[in-house]
């Protein structure tokens, strides 16, 4: 087969991304309730071809339910982490407007928000807000915006020094039109690709704070929250309930970093030769 | 030298305690939006049925009716004073409960950063040296799938393995269960923390094999190591000579500034091991709603990461001479 480039690779990445998304928002929505519930008779059984995944203690089928767990885990991830990246944006491109005590009090903003470790800054806000999927989006959109806020505002500082943003300037162009035109073509890219990578963060914490016990109701059927249950069960040796759900979020994490690493290679062709 | 470093030292002092007292604000704030109450929680956890006085007395004696304001400068003095109030799960003083902890917690943080840092470190030369090879390549797919596995997951896999099927190691806890405290033996305590320390190790080293294998090869690529290669130098003299000094000290304070990381991770691993550590206190607290234990938890967890990040400043200071330049 003839060596595919990176462009290329990404395309079909994506579009397998896109699928398995689709589907698994399918299945979200159209796996009914009465699939997933607990069935005393079929409990603990081995995967099988009739339960692909096995069954849990109180015989939920796990297949459905890790799939019904994905969904819900993708919704956040992305809801938090689109939120997060706009929060960045505004934050990095704050940075343009040149006021030094605004920048530093970002800077200081920044340390702050890092200062404290994310899982324990999520599960306060998680605390705060009352547990639930509010207080976990709101926990992961104010935690993950740092790094990425830290990359636009670096890329602004460099930009504003750039020899046509003065002449822009000299020619009288006001502050917003320079930030709209010369800056924000620039920044876009890496405001994608910081988005496609916050991403796996996003779900993975997602995925934590729910094994805590602070996400979603145990009802529900979040990843976190099956391998919670999991924990109590492995030592009469169900390993199918730990193995199977946790490697699914694993796969689809990897499959999103993957293609956020090509990305950002493609963004920034210096990178690629590490 | 000694000047500035006294300088960067107390600059950086002054960013703790401000960052310190902002964190204490939030933590406060958060805390006291929480739709959990407290009081209601305590009864609860009674089990007893208390009659509307004896809540009002309750509530009197923890003060939850003064104004917030009030309440937080209240906190806050005896925070200052060492106090930081009496835990509602354990019944004991949380400066009690946290002392004890975190010397648990320490020590698995201190074992999986040193483990992590070493793994990391040789990983990384290794790749550094063997740049583009199938072993480079291998070892640098392992680092990028680690890096996306669940830390809880991990550790559930470890128990899976090596408690249940191997039964090599304990499934819990920092001591085995029903001996007595004095009568555990280091050997008992170190091969309880095996399997937690290992799983924290393995979260965080793919980070500093990455960073170091990426110095190495902008080291092997100056003209100084190609000059060191043309003189006949093999690959381990070539690492030894240039590699080593020049890669050591970044690496080292990439492993400072992962403080917060660690911290995290230990909350996950230590719930997964039911490691008797400030994570699984700090998850406990905030399921059973004890205010104090968290404010307190979520205090020191910032300290902590701030005690990393100063040293990785101070450490970069040092290294760089460019920054050297810039604060002269």
């Known amino acids: ?274 | 030298m000694i000047q500035r470093l006294i300088r960067i030292f107390i600059t950086n002092s002054l960013k703790m305690i401000s960052l310190l007292l902002a964190v204490s604000i939030i933590s406060f704030i958060l805390v006291c939006a929480s739709p959990i109450d407290p009081v209601q929680q305590y009864i609860f956890s009674l089990g007893t049925a208390v009659s509307p006085q004896q809540r009002a007395e309750i509530e009197e004696y923890w003060g939850v009716n003064e104004p917030p304001v009030e309440r937080y400068l209240n906190w806050l003095g005896e925070v200052l004073k060492g106090n930081l109030g009496e835990s509602a799960i354990y019944r004991r003083p949380v400066a009690d409960i946290i002392g004890q902890r975190f010397l648990n917690s320490l020590a698995l943080m201190i074992s999986a950063w040193i483990l992590s840092g070493l793994i990391g470190f040789a990983l990384g030369c290794v790749m550094g040296l063997y740049q583009d090879r199938a072993l480079d390549k291998i070892l640098k797919k392992i680092c990028y799938i680690l890096s996306s596995i669940p830390t809880f997951w991990l550790g559930l896999l470890f128990l899976l393995i090596f408690s249940v099927w191997l039964g090599w190691f304990p499934s819990g806890f920092s001591s085995p269960i029903g001996v007595l405290s004095e009568n555990v033996t280091v050997w008992q305590k170190i091969h309880h923390l095996i399997l937690p320390a290992l799983t924290l190790s393995l979260m965080s080293f793919s980070n500093i094999a990455l960073h170091t294998r990426q110095k190495l090869i902008d080291v092997l690529h100056r003209e100084y190591a190609q000059f060191a290669r043309a003189r006949g130098e093999g690959k381990w003299m070539l690492l030894r000579r240039h590699g080593l000094r020049n890669i050591m000290l970044p690496a080292l304070t990439l492993q400072f500034a992962s403080f917060a990381e660690l911290f995290g991770g230990s909350v996950l691993a230590e719930n997964v091991f039911s490691y008797p550590g400030l994570g699984s206190a700090v998850s406990a607290a905030g399921l059973n709603s004890d205010v104090p234990l968290l404010l307190g938890v979520t205090l020191l967890s910032t300290l902590f990461v701030c005690i990393g990040n100063m040293i990785a400043n101070i450490l970069y200071g040092i290294v760089d001479p460019q920054i050297r330049e810039v604060h002269k």
């Open chain 1, 1 to 274: 087969m003839k060596k595919l480039n990176r462009r290329k690779k990404v395309i079909i990445w994506t579009v397998f991304l896109v699928l398995v998304f689709l589907c698994l928002y399918a299945c979200g929505i159209l796996i009914p309730e009465d699939v997933i519930a607990s069935d005393f008779l079929d409990a603990k059984h081995m995967p099988s071809w009739k339960h692909p995944f096995g069954t849990d203690a109180l015989g939920r089928d796990l297949f459905f339910r890790t799939l019904k767990g994905l969904s819900i885990s993708i919704t956040i991830g992305m809801i938090a982490s689109a939120i997060s990246a706009v929060i960045a944006i505004l934050v990095g491109i704050s940075v343009a407007v040149g006021s030094k005590p605004l920048d530093s009090l970002i800077n200081w903003l920044i340390d702050l928000v890092m200062g404290i470790p994310h899982t324990i800054l999520i599960l306060l806000i998680s605390f705060a807000l009352g547990r639930g999927l509010k207080g976990l989006i709101i926990g992961i959109a104010s935690t993950h915006w740092c790094s990425l806020a830290r990359v636009i505002r670096g890329e602004v500082l460099q930009l504003r020094s750039q020899p046509y943003i003065a002449i822009s300037r000299k020619l009288g162009k006001s502050s917003r039109w320079i930030l709209v035109h010369h800056m924000l073509p620039h920044l876009l890219p890496q405001f994608f690709v910081g988005l496609i990578l916050m991403f796996p963060h996003a779900i993975l914490h997602e995925a934590a704070i729910s094994f805590l016990g602070f996400g979603l109701p145990p009802e529900q059927s979040a990843i976190g929250i099956i391998l919670s249950e999991s924990m109590r069960y492995l030592s009469t040796g169900m390993w199918w309930t730990a193995v199977l759900p946790g490697l699914t979020l694993v796969c689809i994490v990897l499959l999103v970093d993957k293609i956020g690493e090509h990305l950002r290679k493609l963004i920034d062709p210096y990178s690629a030769q590490e």
